[in-house]
């Protein structure tokens, strides 16, 4: 299993970014996939879980209302825009096949700051 996340950046507080991840190495149209986040000297957070076919989502509170997270299955791809992005969001942001991060790619790193 390979994940290439991109589409990470230096955005001001309110600004807006759209992270993309290619996968590859299994049946990417059966798998629930997921965003998770680590920031400097902190664990890994779960962001957001998306159903195999993409009809379905689930959050973490703190980024509810904000984030956006699809999928195309015919490009093996998933997204994750991200809107009214806040200091407290700077992390690196990996998809993943779980919500714990056990398998992930090398990462985008989101810096929010003015």
């Known amino acids: 299993i390979q994940f290439v996340e991109s589409g990470g950046g230096l955005v001001q507080p309110g600004g807006s970014l759209k992270l993309s991840c290619a996968a590859s190495?299994?049946?990417?149209?059966?798998?629930?996939l997921s965003w998770v986040r680590q920031a400097p000297g902190k664990d890994i957070e779960w962001v957001s879980t998306i159903s195999a076919r993409g009809d379905a989502t689930a959050y973490a509170d703190s980024v509810k209302g904000r984030f956006t997270f699809s999928r195309d299955n015919t490009r093996n791809t998933l997204y994750l825009q991200m809107n009214n992005l806040q200091a407290e969001d700077t992390a690196m942001y990996y998809c993943?096949?779980?919500?714990?991060?056990?398998?992930r790619g090398q990462g985008t790193q989101v810096t929010v700051s003015s």
């Open positions: 190495g299994f049946t990417f149209g059966t798998y629930i």
């Open positions: 993943s096949t779980s919500r714990t991060g056990t398998t």
